[in-house]
Structures are given as structure tokens and as C-alpha cells.
């Protein structure tokens, strides 16, 4: 089975890629800094079964060139899993329109670009994965994550309409992790607002492996969403009726 990942230098990805490589899998990774790609190869081992390619999910052709370079080595996708992402908290007054954009553009419309690259050979054959990881954050509007709760809110929305056109031949899954033990939390958290840390509370942050086991399993399964921890499972199906309390309790 081949696998691509795009952000699969570090973080969700990269974990997700130790799995599909444990389990002997043919594994690529696509990320859009050279020295993190090398880095992340070396920690895969560097095996005949692994490959880097460096594209940025931004630029559509890039990214569609980085995905037929996988598959001229290892065959036609049959797992693709866009971990590619970016944020950056700050009130939506205070952020400028290069940052809001870049969040948009990388998170939405590079897990689109991927999904382009791989879905119609996905539907002539009648099979194929594709798992999109989105956030918690998708699931409710948070105070200075205007720009990142849209993009993944975004994305739960086209995982969706995907998964009405596709039916049941091709699976289209997405995940909706916490706050997970990544590089990319270490930046995030000086920069978190009060009022998004009371909203969100002090629970602890997930380890990476634990949230890569369960976005693999996703896979396994075909589950179409995948969460973590009962509170966000509830704010998932239950989010109109519990999202009123919880906006009152942050304006106290």
C-alpha cells in the first residue's frame, strides 16, 4: 500500500508516517522545508520504502507535481492524508491579511490541491483513503482562531460534500485532533489569547502518537469523522445545544 502524506516532515504527519512504515507500507512524505524533509526521512530510516518530496500544499501545480513524483516511484495513492497546516492566533483585528490569508490557503485550499491530485485516479479505480485532518477548533468558533476555525471548519464541510459524491467505493474520512505535543503547539501556545485559553480550558495536550493511532485507525476503519476525548466527540453531534453555555461561561 502506498501512502502520502502531505506535512508529513514533523507533528501529526510525520507520526502517522512512523505507523504506515511499521506496518511495511510505502510511505511519502511532502512538506515544503528541504532540511525538516531530510530530518523526517532519516527518522522513517531512509528505506527503499520511503521517499521526500518538497512541495508547498499553497501552490496547486507544486503540489500536484510532488504527488505524481510519489507515485511514479511507488504506484497510484491509495492512502493520502493532508496534515499540512498552519496557525496563527492573534484577534482577527490584530492579524493582518497575509496571515489570515496564509491560514486559509495552507490549511483549506492545500488539503484541497492534494485531494485534486489523487481523487479522480481514486474513482476510476473504485477505491482508495483519503483522511483529512482538520481540528477540535473546527468545531467551534474560538477568540483569535478567526482565520484557523475557518479554514478547518472549512474543510469538515468539503469532507462532507466530497463523501456525497464519491458514495461508498472511495473513503473520505476526517479527523478532528486537540491540542497535540507538536512543534507547531510549542509556537502557537505564547501566542494563545486569554479569551481562547478560556474558552478552551486547561486540559492537557494529547501526545502525537496517541493522536496518529487514532487518525491510522480512522483509516482502517473508514470511519468518516474521527475524534478524541468525549468532550469533543459531544461538542461534534451535539455542539448548537452545548456552544451557548459554554460562550455565556467565557463572558462571565
Same mark, same amino acid.
Given at each position: ?23 511495511? &507500507? ?8 528541504? $532540511? ?8 522513517? $530510516?531512509?528505506?527503499? &520504502? ?27 495513492? $491509495?492512502?493520502?492524508?493532508? %496534515? ?6 492573534? !484577534?482577527?483585528?490584530? !492579524? ?7 491560514? /486559509? ?15 479522480? !485516479? ?34 469538515? %464541510? ?17 479527523? /478532528?485532533?486537540? $491540542? ?22 486547561? &486540559? ?22 474521527? &475524534? /478524541? ?5 459531544? !461538542? ?8 451557548? /453555555? ?7
Amino acid at each position: 500500500m502506498h501512502v502520502i502524506i502531505t506535512g508529513g516532515s514533523s507533528g501529526i504527519g510525520l507520526a502517522v508516517a512512523r505507523l504506515a512504515v511499521a506496518e511495511g &507500507h510505502k510511505v511519502s512524505i511532502i512538506a515544503r522545508n528541504p $532540511d525538516r524533509l531530510r530530518d523526517a526521512l532519516k527518522a522513517l $530510516d531512509n528505506s527503499a &520504502h520511503t521517499q521526500a518530496v518538497c512541495a508547498d500544499v499553497k501552490d496547486a501545480i507544486a503540489i500536484d507535481n510532488a504527488i505524481r513524483t510519489c507515485m511514479e516511484k511507488f504506484g497510484d495513492c $491509495d492512502v493520502l492524508v493532508t %496534515s499540512a497546516g498552519i496557525v496563527e492566533p492573534a !484577534l482577527f483585528n490584530e !492579524l493582518t491579511e497575509a496571515q489570515f490569508n496564509e491560514q /486559509f490557503e495552507t490549511n483549506f485550499l492545500g488539503t484541497v490541491n492534494a485531494v485534486r491530485a489523487v481523487y479522480p !485516479l481514486m474513482k476510476t479505480r473504485g477505491n482508495g483513503s483519503i483522511m483529512m485532518i482538520a481540528s477540535g477548533a473546527a468545531l467551534i468558533g474560538i477568540p483569535g482562531y478567526t482565520a484557523y476555525c475557518a479554514s478547518k471548519a472549512a474543510l469538515a %464541510s468539503f469532507a462532507e460534500s466530497l463523501r456525497s459524491e464519491v458514495g461508498q467505493d472511495v473513503h473520505v474520512g476526517i479527523s /478532528f485532533p486537540p $491540542d497535540t505535543l507538536t512543534p507547531q503547539l510549542a509556537v502557537e501556545l505564547p501566542k494563545r489569547p486569554v479569551a481562547a485559553q478560556a474558552l478552551m480550558g486547561s &486540559h492537557k495536550a494529547w501526545p502525537v502518537e496517541k493522536v496518529a493511532e487514532g487518525v491510522f485507525n480512522g483509516i482502517r476503519r473508514r470511519k468518516k469523522q474521527v &475524534h /478524541f476525548g468525549w468532550e469533543l466527540e459531544a !461538542l461534534a453531534w451535539l455542539g448548537p445545544f452545548i456552544k451557548p /453555555f459554554i460562550y455565556k461561561k467565557v463572558r462571565r
